[in-house]
């Protein structure tokens, strides 16, 4: 694991000053490293019958793409507001300054179905708890939300459902 | 293939009034019919070496991270500008209406090095041939253009480099 966390690039002041940014591009493009780190989050969910991994956008739909293809599950895109050309379920969440709506196909989730929910990286989780709000509501079954990693110290952890919250690098 | 084509959705009118929208997204949710996809594109590649697969945002980064996986492959991003983090290049190219900036990090391709790049739908081919200009100037060999669908209509392999582009499904 530490091979695959010192492959992350840290790039400072970005986006605004004062914050350390994550930049998994780096991790991304290099072959070996990418394979891996879908394998290995993806050998936690063999076997647990996911019927769609949901990908939060942008970053969330390389890890959660990559990760339906695996898993041999469909895959379901999050989007900001006006992307999505059918009908769509809306969830508007506040921001440190702000807020921000997240939008999912209607018929995306049906009641019932296994739920793995990827993104790139767990920060307050802000996003996250909007997006499992989202699919609780459409009655889907949150089996995980997974990510490549997570920034320990900001507890996003704690915005989401009680045990069901996995990252396969800690920052 | 007529099964993977009768999936895709059109939607009248978006996203302005007079264009039929092909919505990829309830093939993508279709667990086997996304699997199917990723493979039969993937199949072509199988053996040729490729060095990484660079998506387009945002619907790109769905199959060119499956595919990069796939083809053990890096993942590279080419995103909207002020979205990567790190130095770039960019490339403006030109819309119906306005123009629009495309930018990669500048260490996401190495000279020589053998370039899949992955969107999901071929229209007029603009962003897709801004894509190209950029990597070949960063030194990368196109190995091919490949689309989950294409608009035939619209003749968009036409501003794509000759013999180059691949798609899976035409309408």
Known sequence: MEELKNIIRDIPDFPKKGIIFKDITTLLQDARSYQRTIDLIAHRYIGKRIDKVVGVEARGFVIGSALAYK?????????????????????????????????????????????????????????????????????????????????????GHKRLPEGKVFSLLHF
């Open 71 to 155: 898993l041999c599950a469909g895959a379901v895109l999050v989007r900001k507001p006006g992307k999505l050309p059918y009908e769509t379920f809306s969830k508007t969440y506040d921001l440190e300054y702000g807020s921000d709506t997240l939008e999912i196909h209607k018929d995306a989730i049906k009641p019932g179905e296994r739920i793995l929910v990827a993104d790139d990286l767990l920060a307050t989780g802000g996003t996250m708890a909007a997006v499992v709000d989202l699919i609780q509501s459409m009655g889907g079954e949150i089996v995980e939300c997974c990510f490549m990693a997570e920034l320990d110290f900001l507890e």
